[in-house]
């Protein structure tokens, strides 16, 4: 079974920085597209960053600029580089990656738990 493990959350002042890795575990045979994601309290989850496996990236526009998402097929990683943080930027962060477990078996999206990052004034 798979699992994805996040880290690199906390408590940081605005204007600080923090990088999430979030790992996954078990046997996978490729591993593609990948994303962070956020939910603050009272409002939906959305899309912070985006990579394709080809390293096409994508942000939202509220991170363009301050945030960088990069990924590590070897180590089945993916990261999320956070500069410059605003009070708004608190929220819970998920990380999602679309792995293929096996060569013959179509590829899935899996979440990480969330990480917790909070950003004081």
């Known amino acids: 079974q798979v699992q994805l493990v996040e880290s690199g959350g906390g408590l940081v002042q605005a204007g600080g920085s923090l990088r999430l890795s979030c790992v996954a575990s078990g046997t996978i045979s490729k591993f593609n597209d990948g994303g962070w994601y956020r939910q603050a309290p009272g409002k939906q989850r959305e899309l912070v960053a985006s990579i394709t496996n080809g390293a096409i990236t994508n942000y939202a526009d509220s991170v363009k600029g301050r945030f960088t998402i990069s990924k590590d097929n070897a180590k089945n990683t993916v990261y999320l580089q956070m500069n410059s943080l605003r009070p708004e930027d608190t929220a819970v962060y998920y990380c999602?990656?679309?792995?293929?477990?096996?060569?013959?078996?179509?590829?899935?999206?899996?979440w990480g738990q969330g990480t917790q990052v909070t950003v004081s004034s």
């Open positions: 999602n990656m679309n792995l293929q477990l096996r060569s013959w078996m179509r590829a899935y999206d899996y």
